[in-house]
């Protein structure tokens, strides 16, 4: 049998008829279809590239690929935007339950879902989510922390922002 190929990443696919045909994909996810990812970054334009197939092995499903995208996130030290390439190769079984998972090779991360309604989306999602950065930053030396604004003294003159706590200290 041909191995099945998809242009279009399905929300949801039947993860033991995939396997069994051996669906493969190259193909593009509009990155406007992941709402927890767009919570996390900045626009919503671009494409996530896919790679993926789908198989069987000692009777589980087994889900193997990456995915690619370039998000836009707010750097943490300068507060500009910063480009951000993902990726995410990832290695999954379905399991039914839980307690499916331990008889899996050591390799294998389990997904536990039902075969039948496999959430595809929203898995690329979590392998894109999981690669962001919890701080993220320009790499060090390209940016600079924006500078505390300035504030005016009753004399005209500019001062720090820590002069007014200076003042109340010595009562000035």
Known sequence: MAPLMLRRIPDTVDAVQAAARGLRM?????????????????????????????????????????VRATVTVRCQRCLEPLELPLEAPFRLAVVPEEGAAAFLPGDWEPVVADPRRLPLLSLLEEELLLRLPHIPRHPEGTCRPPEAPATVSASGGREGPFAVLARLKTGG
């Open 26 to 66: 190259h193909t593009y996810a509009a990155l406007s279809r992941m709402a927890r990812l767009q919570e996390a970054v900045e626009g919503d334009a671009g494409e996530a590239e896919v790679r993926l197939r789908l198989t069987e092995e000692h009777g589980v499903p087994l889900l193997e690929g990456e």
